[in-house]
């Protein structure tokens, strides 16, 4: 049914409940997955404390290939990683242009009220603007 799946990573805990919701599909052998994680733009404007240890960008983008690369090893089809950064609700849209996806999955944070309005929803934004159908995973 799906010959393309975007499945947008971060690095929060519901990562994992995203790439096991693919066991929910009867993903074929011509089927393309892409496990895609957005590194967001610093904040303009925040400071960074000079009495903590700062993470070098290289150390945080080694963390993020190696998750994606493990959750690459445990499925049992064809897939890609892709790492980019920018806005992350406009990147995953742009990726599923891109790879012509015809499903997005991903997590919500599950924000509401004040933190969800100052915050902005990612999953909402993509489900508006996506070119395919999108299957938002909640946190249990």
């Known amino acids: 049914m799906f010959k393309t799946i975007l499945v947008a990573l971060d690095s929060s805990e519901l990562s994992e409940r995203v790439v096991r919701s693919l066991d ?3 993903i074929q052998p011509d089927t393309h997955v892409i496990l895609a994680h957005v590194i967001p733009p610093a904040e303009p404007g925040l400071e960074k404390p000079a009495d903590q240890p700062q993470v070098e960008p290289e150390i945080s983008y080694q963390k993020i290939e190696n998750q994606l690369q493990l959750f690459q090893v445990s499925l049992a089809y064809r897939s890609v990683r892709e790492i980019v ?3 992350p609700a406009e990147e995953i849209v742009r990726l599923a242009n891109i790879y012509h996806a015809d499903l997005i999955i991903l997590g919500s944070r599950g ?5 969800r309005i100052l915050q902005g929803s990612v999953s ?3 489900a508006a603007d996506a ?4 299957l938002v ?3 249990s």
């Open 111 to 115: 924000l509401t009220g004040m933190e």
């Open 24 to 26: 929910e599909f009867q």
């Open 131 to 134: 070119p395919c159908s999108v």
């Open 124 to 126: 909402s934004q993509v």
């Open 85 to 87: 950064s920018g806005d």
């Open 137 to 139: 995973i909640k946190p």
